[in-house]
């Protein structure tokens, strides 16, 4: 089994860590990782099939996108990206929506060295996939779309990102729910032990060779141990089979927008959240929520969870109502009503979208 560890100190913008929680968690890594023979050995299969592997190989390009330096989301995961995509038709690449937020350009490496332009078809922040159409057929064959929701753990799979010469055994540790703090809910994520640092992008796949899940985070609690062992997130590939004919036809998800405030927030340790960030022109910026405040109650129940906090926000009604929380700043308490907003509508618009 091979195991790549990345412990650079300068953590590249093609991920959502912070330079910190980068070494924090690769530390991590290599303290508490299990040796092979520790992992349950129901899991313990044959070496993958040739022929399997090789159709995983071709499969996988890099993927490298540029935004405006004055975009917003430049400031998170800066304005040149870079991660990967797996062929899913002749000309149609699937890769994970962050690298797309905002970008001008995009374009794609394949298995060949050839660098090849492409359009952004569109990205989905529900879901977490972004979609991208060569403007030449590739020479790559597509992979199959696997059913992600027939996977649990503990199960091996495969994985590979772009610039990998081989194929890595990876552990389905988990299906716990997963809420991250830029407002992003997923119910069953596909959560895998050890670490990978090519993450963003990255094909998971079955011992068949079918696309299963998409890269996207490096996360600390990857098992549901009293010592949770760090791992990846990869998104379930169901989750874009759902929206694949509308980010095909219309660039977006269709039917009404899912509400959206522009908070990035973090559960605080006497309850609720403490807001840690908050995005540019969202409606959080323009009800006045502040960086620190800390977040009590919505709609006068108190908070719960990070998940807790999306499913009311996402259950308040369409885009446009009118939201009140409770928000404790510098020691007195305020009451902050503000309208939901469209997330993609604050971005900027990418090229080809």
Known sequence: MRLNIYCNAEIKPKSWCSKRLGITLCLAVMLTLPAVSALPQSTVRTKPEEKVVARIMQSVVTVQAIASPNAASAQSLGPYREGSGIVIDRDTIVTVGYLLIEAETADIIDNQGRKIPTTILGHDP???????????????FPVTLGDSDLLASPQRLLTLGQGESEVTELLLASRKPFAGNWEYLVDAPLLTIPAVNNWSGAGLFDDRGALVGLGSLLVADATDEPRPRPGNLYIPINLFKSVLPDLLRFGRRSGPAQPWLGV???PHPQGGLVIQRIAAKSPAELAGLQQGDRILALQDQAILSLADFYRRIWASGPTGSALALSVVRE????RITLITGDRLKAQQRPSGV
Do not use: A
């Open 126 to 140: 529900v879901s977490g996939f972004g979609l991208l159409k060569t403007l030449i057929p590739l020479k790559q």
């Open 264 to 266: 990035h927030s973090e």
């Open 331 to 334: 020691g007195v308490t305020l």
